[in-house]
């Protein structure tokens, strides 16, 4: 009996500490500079273990999702403007990949590059609306210019094809293998070019702008150019995921891809649990959302409510975590009962 | 030509005159002092002056063209900088990445911006405390990162609003000393201040305000003995 409970304890010290080494490790690597290129390295070897084609549809909406949420990160999380409707952003993109297929009978992956082009008038166009808003006001304009562009999808008939969607009937792949590595491609460019943004002297400015608009203006920041470049930049990241998203569902219509409470909420959340702010927080978050979206769709009943179980995890995360997991990691440790990483 | 003009200002919010009529101008190289007791329109002729407020009447010219019209970012580049009477520091940046920030306006590449920053840290002397995030500095180094980040953008004119408001008198002295050098580093100044004594000492010619009004110009020594400003600062003197 006794003999028993000294082997029980032992062996939970030894996981305990198996658990604490591989946290440290984990945590060695993250701080890591290379850590980036190791897991892009790891990312590219998946489709390699055979995955069933329902895992590797999971993967591919994770990678999506961090993309997103780069985007998301760049306008909201570091320049400070909160946006409520990057589904305009992502809509635009996708309907540019899916018009170019219906109206000019040309692939849908002439979507990707076009969609710079559009993406950037239309932001270029809302920035100067609505850009000249600050805090909570920017947010709402945001709001409603997603949900007017999904109003004017689901009309505009004769361009959009209304509520009956856009329909990619040539595939160019069966298997997901090629889109896994079309999107992982755009998220590691995305990943790399949002670090060496904040990097430079327009990260700066971004961040000089969340935090003080007047005083940023005052030391010679054209805060409205500043301002509009981030739009920019965070529209034709999103628009580029949404392009993706045509050719890669092959189906699309107004209230999948200009939707608030699947593309808009969602791609604040990513943001909001992975950690605000922070290069690798909207992968974080992407996995956990998209994981948790899957898992929580597939239980009977409670399946439909899964946006009540969303805005729970909001709250708690804003209660206990508001830097979400990246940002407040060594809370989360505290939190969980975890030894504090050895320094 | 005037080095900074102010002409014939005035700034109305509503039916309010903030400002009315105001003139004078800064001297190249000098210490301006602009005195008047609260809500005499001191840091609203700031605003004016660095481009937040438009004036609704007259104009301001810096080296004989015209600034007023223009936004602050701007007038900031053509070289007149500000620090504000309530600090705005970019509370979750570190103290060297605040002065990073503004250095990248005059700088060609952030290694340039962070020697300007680091320079301008030494200068004021907060080098120590330059991996601090600013959200956590007591007001005394706040204020003084205020002048750190003003400096770090090349300014001709530097405009001060109440930098020794609240400290205590060792920062005050540093403070006083700090002015000191920018002057002599070739920065034309205008300070707007209560400490009298301060103002007194450093200031070459002072301007004082009242109810938006310019009451007074001269060196300290006229100021101090005209009756006007004892007036306004004092209230009326009883007539016999």
């Known amino acids: 009996m006794q003999s028993c409970g000294v082997a029980m304890a032992t062996s939970s010290v030894k996981s305990f500490y198996i658990l604490h080494f591989s946290l440290v490790v984990f945590y060695g690597c993250v701080m890591n500079k290379y850590f980036p290129y190791i897991a892009l390295a790891l990312l590219a070897l998946v489709p390699l273990l055979g995955l069933n ?119 160019s792949w069966v298997e997901k293998t090629w889109y896994y590595y079309i999107i992982l491609a755009i998220a590691a460019l995305s990943f790399v070019l949002v670090k060496k943004i904040i990097g430079s002297k327009l990260g700066y400015y971004f961040v000089a702008i969340r935090e003080d608009q007047d005083a940023a203006e005052s030391l010679g920041i054209n805060t409205t150019l500043y301002k509009t470049i981030a739009l920019c930049l965070s529209a034709v990241i999103t628009g580029f995921a949404g392009a993706f998203y045509t050719n890669y569902m092959g189906y699309i219509d107004p209230k999948v891809v200009f939707a608030l409470h699947d593309i808009s909420i969602i791609a604040i959340m990513v943001v909001m649990v992975g950690g605000v702010a922070t290069f690798s927080g909207p992968i974080v978050g992407a996995i956990i959302m998209v994981v948790l979206a899957e898992a929580i769709r597939s239980i009977p009943l409670l399946g439909n409510a899964h946006h009540t179980f969303f805005g729970i995890l909001l709250i708690v995360i804003i209660i206990f975590l508001p830097n979400g997991i990246v940002g407040d990691f060594s809370k989360l440790q505290k939190l969980l009962g975890l030894p504090k990483r050895a320094s | 030509m005037s080095f900074l003009e102010i002409r014939k200002v005035y700034r109305f919010f509503g039916g309010l005159a903030a400002i009315k009529d105001v003139s004078f101008e800064l001297r190249q190289g000098e210490i301006l002092g602009l005195i008047g007791p609260n809500g005499a329109g001191k840091t609203t002729m700031f605003n004016v002056v660095n481009g937040f407020y438009h004036p609704s009447r007259g104009e301001v010219l810096f080296k004989g063209k015209k600034i007023s019209g223009s936004k602050p970012h701007q007038i900031c580049q053509q070289g007149i900088a500000r620090t504000f009477q309530v600090v705005k520091p970019l509370q979750r940046m570190s103290v060297l990445d605040n002065v990073v920030a503004s250095a990248f306006l005059r700088a060609k590449d952030k290694r340039q911006a962070g020697e300007m920053a680091l320079e301008s840290l030494h200068f004021t002397g907060l080098y120590n405390d330059r991996d601090v995030i600013s959200r956590g500095l007591p007001l005394g180094k706040r204020k003084r990162l205020e002048i750190a980040r003003a400096l770090a953008t090349l300014p001709e004119v530097l405009l001060l609003d109440e930098s020794f408001a609240g400290l205590n008198p060792a920062e005050l002295d540093d403070s006083v000393d700090i002015i000191r050098r920018i002057r002599d580093k070739g920065i034309t100044i205008m300070i707007i201040e209560h400490h009298m004594r301060v103002i007194m000492a450093i200031s070459d010619r002072i301007v004082v305000l009242n109810y938006g009004e310019k009451i007074a110009e001269g060196t300290p020594l006229d100021i101090r003995g005209n009756p006007l400003v004892v007036e306004a600062y004092l209230g009326e003197t009883p007539r016999a």
């Open chain 1, 53 to 171: 084609s329902y895992l590797m549809h999971i993967l591919i909406l994770v990678v999506m999702w961090s993309v997103i949420g780069m985007a998301w990160n760049l306008l909201s999380g570091y320049c400070g403007q909160v946006s409520f409707g990057h589904a305009a952003f992502f809509g635009v993109g996708a309907y540019t990949s899916g018009m170019l297929y219906t109206k000019f009978g040309i692939s849908g992956w002439w979507g990707l590059p076009a969609s710079i082009v559009v993406v950037t008038l239309f932001a270029l166009v809302i920035g100067y609306i609505c850009l000249r808003l600050r805090g909570p006001y920017f947010a709402l304009a945001t709001l409603s210019i997603g949900v007017i562009l999904k109003i004017v999808a689901e009309n505009l008939v004769s361009v959009t094809g209304g509520d009956l969607g856009i329909m990619i009937r040539e595939r």
